[in-house]
C-alpha cells in the first residue's frame, strides 16, 4: 500500500509541474501538496525515477526547452528568452547543464531547427 501512495504521489507531482511549466516550486510545497512529507516525496521519486524530485524537475523543464528549440522558429525566439522562460536565469549554469544532458548546446540545438526549416 505504502509504495502504491507513492507512485501516485509522483504521477500528482509530475502533472502539476507539468500544468505549470513555468513556475519554480519548491519539494515542500509539492510534498504538502501531495500529503506526503518531503522525505518521503524524495524517497518516492527515487523508488520511480531513481533521483530526486528537484532533480527530475529541471530534466523536465530542459526537456520542454529542447524541444521548443528544436520546433521550427517563429518570430525569432532566442535560447534566452526560452530559457528564463522556464526559469533557467543563471544562464551560464543552464548551457552547461543542457550540453551535459543533450551534448550540445542550446544555441546548437537552435541554430540545427532554423537550418532544416530554411531547406
Same mark, same amino acid.
Given at each position: 500500500?505504502?509504495?502504491?501512495?507513492?507512485?501516485?504521489?509522483?504521477?500528482?507531482?509530475? %502533472?502539476?509541474?507539468?500544468? *505549470?511549466?513555468?513556475?519554480?516550486? %519548491?519539494?515542500?510545497? #509539492?510534498?504538502r501538496? @501531495?500529503? /506526503?512529507?518531503?522525505? +518521503?516525496?524524495?524517497?518516492?521519486?527515487?523508488? @520511480?525515477?531513481?533521483?530526486?524530485?528537484?532533480?527530475?524537475?529541471? %530534466?523536465?523543464?530542459?526537456? =520542454? @526547452?529542447? =524541444?521548443?528549440?528544436?520546433?521550427p522558429?517563429? *518570430?525569432? /525566439?532566442?535560447?534566452?528568452? @526560452?530559457?528564463?522562460?522556464?526559469?533557467?536565469?543563471? #544562464?551560464?549554469?543552464?548551457?552547461?547543464?543542457? =550540453?551535459? =544532458?543533450? +551534448?550540445?548546446s542550446?544555441?546548437?540545438t /537552435?541554430?540545427?531547427?532554423?537550418?532544416?526549416?530554411?531547406?
Open positions: 500500500m505504502q509504495m502504491r501512495r507513492g507512485w501516485d504521489a509522483v504521477q500528482l507531482v509530475e %502533472a502539476y509541474v507539468r500544468a *505549470n511549466p513555468d513556475r519554480e516550486m %519548491a519539494v515542500s510545497t #509539492l510534498s501538496r @501531495v500529503g /506526503l512529507s518531503e522525505r +518521503g516525496l524524495r524517497k518516492a521519486f527515487y523508488g @520511480v525515477h531513481g533521483m530526486s524530485p528537484k532533480r527530475w524537475m529541471t %530534466a523536465a523543464r530542459l526537456d =520542454r @526547452v529542447r =524541444r521548443i528549440l528544436s520546433l522558429p517563429t *518570430n525569432g /525566439l532566442t535560447v534566452t528568452e @526560452v530559457a528564463t522562460r522556464h526559469g533557467f536565469f543563471e #544562464l551560464g549554469r543552464f548551457a552547461f547543464t543542457y =550540453r551535459q =544532458r543533450y +551534448g550540445e542550446p544555441s546548437a /537552435l541554430r540545427e531547427s532554423r537550418q532544416r526549416s530554411a531547406a
